[in-house]
C-alpha cells in the first residue's frame, strides 16, 4: 500500500496567529480611516498578504499608490512579526504537536503548506521545523489558495500521489484548493464554515482515537 502523506496548513491549524494578524491590520486600516471587524478578518483567513491589503481597501473604500501599498504591506509585517518573535511552544494548538510527533514515529511524510511568507520563522519559532520533511509556503507559490498549487507542490516534493494525501486546513479557501487537488480535506474549525470539507473537527483534541491509523490505512481513500 502506498504512504499517506499530511500536510497541514500552519496558521489556524498549527498555531493561532490570526489574533496578531488582526492586531496589525487593525492598526493599519486605523491610520487609514477605515473601520475593520474581528467578522472582516475572518474572511482574511488563508487570504494571502497582497489580497488582505486589497480586501481592507476595497471595504474603506479607498485607492492608494502602489508605493503607498507597498510601504503598508511591509509595515504591517514588521508589526506582525514583532508579535510572531514572542512566540515559542506553548502557542501550539491543542495536539498539534502530539499529532505531528505520532506521524513522525509512524513515518508519515509530513509537510507544511500555507500562504503565508513567514511560516519557515514561525516554525522556527516555536521549535517544529525538524518535524516536516517538506515546507511549501508563501514565497513558494504564484496562486494562492483556493488554487491548489501549494498543496500540489507539497506532494510532488514528497514524492506521493495527491489522492494519497490528507490536508488540515481551517480556512474555506484552503479546503477548496484541498479538494481541487483530489486530496483528502480535513477542517480544523466550525462545519458551519466548512461544510465542504471531507471532516470537519473542532480541533486535534477532537480527533477520534484511531482516525489517523484509518487515514493511514486509507479507510478514507479519495473521493477521485
Ligand atoms: C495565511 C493567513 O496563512 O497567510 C492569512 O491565514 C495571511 O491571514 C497569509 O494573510 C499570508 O501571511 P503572511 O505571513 O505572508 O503575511
Ligand atoms: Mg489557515
New binding site residues.
Given amino acids: 500500500m502506498s504512504k499517506t502523506a499530511f500536510i497541514f ?4 491549524v498549527i498555531v493561532d496567529t ?1 489574533k496578531y ?1 488582526f492586531l496589525a491590520w487593525q492598526r493599519l486600516a486605523k491610520r487609514l480611516d477605515i473601520e475593520f471587524t474581528e467578522e472582516e478578518n475572518e474572511q ?6 497582497v489580497r ?1 491589503l486589497q480586501k481592507i481597501l476595497e471595504w474603506g473604500n479607498k485607492t492608494i499608490s502602489e508605493t503607498e501599498f507597498n510601504d503598508l504591506m511591509a509595515s504591517k ?1 514588521e508589526e ?1 512579526l514583532s508579535y510572531i518573535d514572542d512566540m515559542d511552544q506553548s502557542e501550539l494548538l491543542p495536539d498539534v504537536l502530539k499529532t505531528l510527533k505520532d506521524l513522525k514515529s509512524k513515518k508519515q511524510p509530513i509537510a507544511l503548506g ?5 511560516a519557515r520563522r514561525i516554525l522556527k519559532q516555536t521549535s517544529i521545523n525538524d518535524l516536516f520533511d517538506v515546507i511549501v509556503d ?1 514565497n513558494d507559490v504564484s496562486k494562492a489558495k483556493p488554487d491548489p498549487e501549494v498543496f500540489l507542490n507539497a506532494a510532488k516534493l514528497l514524492n506521493v500521489k495527491p489522492e494519497d494525501c490528507v490536508v488540515f486546513e481551517d ?1 474555506v479557501a484552503g479546503v477548496t484548493a484541498a479538494n481541487s487537488a483530489n486530496m483528502v480535506s480535513i477542517g480544523i474549525g466550525s462545519k458551519e464554515v466548512l461544510g465542504h470539507a471531507d471532516f470537519v473537527f473542532k480541533d486535534f483534541t477532537e480527533l477520534p482515537g484511531d482516525f489517523i491509523k484509518e487515514l493511514i490505512n486509507k479507510k478514507y481513500a479519495n473521493k477521485a
Fill in positions: 496548513d500552519l496558521d489556524g490570526a494578524h482574511l483567513k488563508g487570504v494571502s498578504r488582505s509585517n506582525y500555507s500562504a503565508s511568507k513567514n508563501g480556512s
